[in-house]
């Protein structure tokens, strides 16, 4: 069975960086997993950060950015804010028409 | 300006059945790939089915032969007919358009969802 893993929990200080990785059981990922990211706060339905790997969504600070760091997807914070402190799911297309979510990381900016 | 609005949760008792509908406005349902994901009480998004564009439909194997996506064009509305209902089928039911080109798939937009209990 195909997992997606990533890390559970992470902590930046205010103006640092933070990669968050996403890992497919499977293998390594690559863009024809169609590599995306989500944000979302407690409460709140996910809002689309990037997609496509490395395209940020509509609205999206530049500070986040996607990309592929050897068998891994990735998401780099660069500059953390305060309200950045939330949960990040990355999503992965593992073919036959399924998806599969991570478990998400929980960021702490402190 | 899309919206997406679920409705039908509830709750229910184990075994039970139930109806979720998605109320699209915007854009046509019968022309995108449209998803829903689901998020148990304190735990992560887990993808639950799509229907693509031509109707072709996909499911997880932890909801694979009791539940059902379908959509009505008429209405521009997505359904998730969920049968044999289980305590672990407890979550939020997100609806998402899954935008789907050449070179492009994600979920783009989503609603706010609706909480699904089953418990007796």
């Given at each position: 069975?195909?997992?997606?893993?990533?890390?559970?929990?992470?902590?930046?200080?205010?103006?640092?960086?933070?990669?968050?990785?996403?890992?497919?059981?499977?293998?390594?990922?690559?863009?024809?997993?169609?590599?995306?990211?989500?944000?979302?706060?407690?409460?709140?339905?996910?809002?689309?950060?990037?997609?496509?790997?490395?395209?940020?969504?509509?609205?999206v600070p530049d500070r986040f950015s996607g990309?592929?760091?050897?068998?891994?997807?990735?998401?780099?914070?660069t500059g953390a804010q305060a309200e950045d402190?939330?949960?990040?799911?990355?999503?992965?297309?593992?073919?036959?028409?399924?998806?599969?979510?991570?478990?998400?990381?929980?960021?702490?900016?402190? | 300006?899309?919206?997406?609005?679920?409705?039908?949760?509830?709750?229910?008792?184990?075994?039970?059945?139930?109806?979720?509908?998605?109320?699209?406005?915007?854009?046509?349902?019968?022309?995108?790939?449209?998803?829903?994901?689901?998020?148990?009480?304190?735990?992560?998004?887990?993808?639950?089915?799509?229907?693509?564009?031509?109707?072709?439909?996909?499911?997880?194997?932890?909801?694979?032969?009791?539940?059902?996506?379908?959509?009505?064009?008429?209405?521009?509305?997505?359904?998730?007919?969920?049968?044999?209902?289980?305590?672990?089928?407890?979550?939020?039911?997100?609806?998402?358009?899954?935008?789907?080109?050449?070179?492009?798939?994600?979920?783009?937009?989503?609603?706010?969802?609706?909480?699904?209990?089953?418990?007796?």
């Open positions: 069975q195909t997992v997606v893993t990533q890390e559970p929990s992470f902590s930046v200080s205010p103006g640092g960086t933070v990669t968050l990785t996403c890992v497919l059981s499977s293998g390594s990922v690559s863009t024809t997993n169609y590599p995306s990211w989500y944000q979302q706060t407690p409460g709140q339905a996910p809002r689309t950060l990037i997609y496509n790997t490395n395209t940020r969504s509509s609205g990309s592929i760091l050897g068998n891994k997807a990735a998401l780099t914070i402190e939330s949960d990040y799911y990355c999503a992965l297309y593992v073919g036959g028409g399924i998806w599969l979510f991570g478990g998400g990381t929980k960021l702490t900016v402190l | 300006e899309v919206q997406l609005v679920e409705s039908g949760g509830g709750l229910i008792q184990p075994g039970g059945s139930l109806r979720l509908s998605c109320a699209a406005s915007g854009f046509t349902v019968r022309t995108n790939y449209m998803t829903w994901v689901r998020q148990a009480p304190g735990k992560g998004l887990e993808w639950v089915s799509i229907i693509h564009s031509a109707g072709s439909t996909y499911y997880a194997d932890s909801v694979k032969g009791r539940f059902t996506i379908s959509r009505d064009n008429s209405q521009n509305t997505l359904y998730l007919q969920m049968n044999s209902l289980r305590a672990e089928d407890t979550a939020v039911y997100y609806c998402a358009r899954a935008f789907r080109e050449v070179g492009e798939y994600y979920f783009d937009y989503w609603g706010q969802g609706t909480l699904v209990t089953v418990s007796s």
